[in-house]
Nanobody, 122 residues
Framework: QVQLVESGGGLVQAGGSLRLSCAAS????????MGWFRQAPGKEREFVAR????????YNAELVKGRFFISRDNAKNTVYLQMNSLKPEDTAVYYC???????????????WGQGTVVTVSS
């Protein structure tokens, strides 16, 4: 069973940047479509971004296009989420995920990380 461990969350002022990392265990990382989701207090978990197995293709949710960028380093078994121009409404728990298919719904996820908290102050 692959395990995912996120890091990089924290408190940042509006307009600032953070980079989240997600390290995966195992030797098959390059076979997985990886994604990031988030869940704000009182809201449903929502899709943020995904990246193909090789990293050659990415897809972002409309809400974060032009501000958030997903990337991966298969040699390090790690996927990243660079978040720029952060807004208070980006405050959420951010989850790394292995997607079973190139989708954007929670039911498309096969494995979740434990989450990392991002708080954006105004």
């Amino acid at each position: 069973q692959v395990q995912l461990v996120e890091s990089g969350g924290g408190l940042v002022q509006a307009g600032g940047s953070l980079r989240l990392s997600c390290a995966a265990s195992g030797r098959t990382f390059s076979m997985y479509i990886m994604g990031w989701f988030r869940q704000a207090p009182g809201k449903e978990r929502e899709f943020v971004a995904r990246i193909s197995e090789s990293g050659g293709s990415t897809y972002n949710a409309e809400l974060v296009k032009g501000r958030f960028f997903i990337s991966r380093d298969n040699a390090k078994n790690t996927v990243y989420l660079q978040m720029n121009s952060l807004k208070p409404e980006d405050t959420a728990v951010y989850y790394c995920a292995i997607l079973r298919v190139p989708g954007a719904r929670a039911e498309h996820v096969g494995t979740w990380g434990q989450g990392t908290v991002v708080t954006v102050s105004s």
